[in-house]
């Protein structure tokens, strides 16, 4: 028995005592150290995920110790540090997913992970009291002393790594470095735009002055973000609203031709647009990495395409979990990868998460990590 926050309906969290099953046949039981409050909690929490379920555990950017293992377990071993990941990666030799260096998108458990429910389609979270079984989130549920995932959505990384620092490479740093460079893949002397500098935006910052971009514009409606933008890379800062001029053409103008590579980090459709229509004529790439409120869709003019953009999407930024993160994580501790810019404030004890969660909406922080 141990403590969790469960968000029992919209906007509705509660400290609930609850019991944690041991792991069935290849899953894992561990021990939350750190939990990172990522936006798409609070996405989920405020009732825009069209997966979202209640009640529920939320939480999935974490910094864990292995606890046990199922039967079949070979991978990890109790005492093992580790990092579990939403997007798995099972290895099959028949899973062409895995088997390609085209995705990372292994859809092994994706059908019941969407459904708030372990492979074998039950859960492992019940109220110490009533009994009443908690919904799973996005196969991760961190938001609890101990929580079960499956062996395949564990990334086993070396234990010298802060795992209070290294919990966020769970979800959204991880997205925005992959974004630039599994799937974009942006050479030395590109231009770079990026749309909405969170903690998303800024690793795709990061990573883009790393892969060795000439020109990085950095664009949020929030100028008080502009400083962290430009200590990590960016070369220019925009503010769509300073401007009657749509930031599509702004960019434009600037450049000539556009953009080589865009990105949009904010889930907000018509920036999604502004990004494509930013992108270089006859080669530009505009990734879509925010994730839209439930119907929303997408749209341009084709003419934006035949005159040669590509629109392109990425899910925790192409990297094969089990493989990729332990990777970022070398590379942290190597000193090669920054870690701790995106830290904006510390809270100590599980009961601490509603406060973390509030400090996320002031729009001033970019990870608030909390400490079991």
């Given at each position: 028995?141990?403590?969790?926050?469960?968000?029992?309906?919209?906007?509705?969290?509660?400290?609930r005592?609850?019991?944690?099953?041991?792991?069935?046949?290849?899953?894992?039981?561990?021990?939350?150290?750190?939990?990172?409050?990522?936006?798409?909690?609070?996405?989920?929490?405020?009732?825009?995920?069209?997966?979202?379920?209640?009640p529920?555990i939320?939480?999935?950017?974490?910094?864990?110790?292995?606890?046990?293992?199922?039967?079949?377990?070979?991978?990890?071993?109790?005492?093992?540090?580790?990092?579990?990941?939403?997007?798995?990666?099972?290895?099959?030799?028949?899973c062409?997913?895995?088997?390609?260096?085209?995705?990372?998108?292994?859809?092994?458990?994706?059908?019941?992970?969407g459904?708030?429910?372990?492979?074998?389609?039950?859960?492992?979270?019940?109220?110490?009291?009533?009994?009443?079984?908690?919904?799973?989130f996005?196969?991760?549920?961190?938001f609890?002393?101990?929580?079960?995932?499956?062996?395949?959505?564990?990334?086993?990384?070396?234990?010298?790594?802060?795992?209070?620092?290294?919990?966020?490479?769970?979800?959204?740093?991880?997205?925005?470095?992959?974004?630039?460079?599994?799937?974009?893949?942006?050479?030395a002397?590109?231009?770079?735009?990026?749309?909405?500098?969170?903690?998303?935006?800024?690793?795709?910052?990061?990573?883009?002055?790393?892969?060795?971009a000439?020109?990085?514009?950095?664009?949020?409606?929030n100028?008080?973000?502009?400083?962290?933008?430009?200590?990590?890379?960016?070369?220019?800062?925009?503010?769509?609203?300073?401007?009657?001029?749509?930031?599509?053409?702004?960019?434009?103008?600037?450049?000539?031709?556009?953009?080589?590579?865009?990105?949009?980090?904010?889930?907000?459709?018509d920036?999604?647009?502004?990004?494509?229509?930013?992108?270089?004529?006859?080669?530009?790439v505009?990734?879509?990495?925010?994730?839209?409120?439930?119907?929303?869709?997408?749209?341009t003019?084709?003419?934006?395409?035949?005159?040669?953009?590509k629109?392109?999407?990425?899910?925790?930024?192409?990297?094969?979990?089990?493989?990729?993160?332990?990777?970022?994580?070398?590379?942290?501790?190597?000193?090669?990868?920054?870690?701790?810019?995106?830290?904006?404030?510390?809270?100590?004890?599980?009961?601490?998460?509603?406060?973390?969660?509030?400090?996320?909406?002031?729009?001033?922080?970019?990870?608030?990590?909390?400490?079991?």
């Amino acid at each position: 028995m141990c403590n969790a926050i469960v968000a029992m309906g919209v906007n509705q969290l509660e400290q609930r005592k609850v019991r944690v099953a041991p792991p069935a046949p290849g899953e894992v039981r561990l021990k939350v150290v750190a939990n990172a409050i990522c936006h798409t909690d609070l996405y989920t929490l405020e009732g825009s995920d069209p997966e979202g379920l209640f009640p529920s555990i939320l939480g999935h950017e974490a910094g864990c110790i292995v606890e046990s293992v199922g039967k079949g377990v070979t991978s990890v071993v109790a005492g093992d540090h580790v990092i579990p990941c939403y997007t798995p990666q099972c290895k099959k030799a028949d899973c062409i997913f895995c088997q390609s260096n085209k995705t990372n998108l292994c859809p092994e458990i994706r059908a019941t992970q969407g459904q708030g429910v372990m492979p074998d389609g039950t859960v492992r979270f019940a109220d110490a009291e009533t009994g009443v079984p908690y919904h799973h989130f996005m196969g991760c549920s961190t938001f609890c002393e101990y929580t079960v995932v499956p062996e395949i959505a564990v990334a086993k990384i070396d234990q010298a790594a802060d795992l209070g620092t290294v919990c966020m490479l769970g979800c959204g740093v991880t997205t925005g470095i992959g974004a630039v460079r599994n799937t974009t893949q942006v050479e030395a002397g590109s231009s770079v735009a990026v749309f909405g500098l969170g903690a998303i935006g800024l690793a795709v910052i990061q990573a883009a002055k790393l892969a060795g971009a000439s020109r990085i514009f950095a664009i949020d409606v929030n100028e008080d973000k502009f400083g962290n933008a430009l200590s990590l890379g960016a070369t220019d800062t925009l503010n769509p609203l300073a401007s009657e001029t749509p930031i599509q053409q702004v960019l434009v103008g600037m450049t000539k031709w556009g953009v080589d590579y865009t990105y949009d980090c904010t889930g907000n459709v018509d920036v999604m647009r502004s990004a494509l229509e930013a992108a270089h004529r006859g080669w530009g790439v505009s990734c879509v990495i925010g994730v839209a409120a439930a119907g929303k869709e997408i749209s341009t003019r084709p003419f934006q395409l035949v005159t040669g953009r590509k629109w392109m999407g990425t899910a925790f930024g192409g990297y094969k979990a089990r493989d990729g993160v332990p990777e970022l994580v070398t590379e942290y501790l190597e000193g090669g990868l920054k870690l701790d810019h995106f830290v904006s404030s510390r809270f100590d004890g599980l009961g601490a998460t509603q406060e973390a969660i509030d400090s996320m909406h002031s729009g001033k922080v970019l990870r608030a990590i909390v400490s079991y």
